[in-house]
Nanobody
């Protein structure tokens, strides 16, 4: 099991920006991947973005393309989610998932699944 800690949530007005951080307790190497998920009020949890740590490949849900950017640190344990042009519908609890397996075209969540660690979540609130 991999421990995961998120930070960086907060409250912003529509059009604003936030950067979320996620640190895993173990190095993510090879075909490993990490991802960000979110769950809005009354909604199911959805994947937002994933990154294959080895190659730096990324994938995004359609609703955030062009606004959000996922990236990883060289330490192979930390990923970020830069969120620009935020909208009220982006509000929700954001969760980081770590130590998945990058499997393009077959994985369940934007090329990444089999996560071995989840964070407790960080709240993002976007007001109109």
């Amino acid at each position: 099991q991999v421990q995961v800690v998120e930070s960086g949530g907060g409250s912003v007005q529509a059009g604003g920006s936030l950067r979320l951080s996620c640190e895993a307790s173990a190095f993510i190497v090879g075909r490993g991947c990490m991802g960000w998920f979110r769950q809005g009020p009354g909604k199911e949890r959805e994947v937002v973005a994933t990154i294959g740590i080895g190659a730096g490949s990324t994938a995004y849900v359609e609703s955030v393309k062009g606004r959000f950017t996922i990236s990883s640190d060289k330490d192979k344990k930390t990923v970020y989610l830069r969120m620009n042009s935020l909208k009220p519908e982006d509000s929700g609890m954001y969760y980081c998932a770590a130590a998945g397996i990058w499997r393009p075209r077959t994985a369940e969540y934007l090329n990444c699944d089999g996560f071995r660690g989840w964070g407790q979540g960080t709240q993002v609130t976007v007001s109109s």
